[in-house]
């Protein structure tokens, strides 16, 4: 059974740091391709970036690179992202997710679950 809970979310100003944190069952966490996804109000929800159990990441948006940063804790389970440098852009519900690497295309998840989410605003 996946299990995942986010938490870490809140509010900052422009220029701010937050880290977001996300602990997986041991069983999601040892098989599953991990990582972070986010929507904005009126937008659609976009893939952030995606950890995979290699070691290797793969950051899907070109705005979060130099400032956004994803780490896994094996012991604790857990993936975290810290977000330095935050514009109200970055304003969004963050969700955890896991998924299964796609064998035909190299550091690809295929996602099926995602968790609540929690909410990141940044705002002078």
């Known amino acids: 059974q996946v299990q995942l809970a986010e938490s870490g979310g809140g509010s900052v100003q422009p220029g701010g740091s937050l880290r977001l944190s996300c602990a997986a069952s041991?069983?999601?966490?040892?098989?599953?391709?991990l990582g972070w996804f986010r929507q904005a109000p009126g937008n659609q929800r976009e893939e952030v970036v995606t950890?995979?159990?290699?070691?290797?990441?793969?950051y899907r948006q070109d705005s979060v690179k130099d400032r956004f940063t994803i780490s896994r804790d094996n012991a604790k389970n857990t993936i975290y992202l810290q977000m330095n440098s935050l514009k109200p852009e970055d304003t969004a519900v963050y969700s955890c997710?896991?998924?299964?690497?796609?064998?035909?295309?190299?550091?690809?998840?295929?996602?099926?679950?995602w968790g609540q989410g929690t909410q990141v605003t940044v705002s002078s």
């Open positions: 997710a896991a998924g299964v690497p796609r064998l035909s295309v190299t550091l690809y998840c295929d996602y099926d679950f």
């Open positions: 041991a069983s999601t966490y040892s098989s599953r391709c």
């Open positions: 950890s995979f159990r290699s070691g290797r990441t793969v």
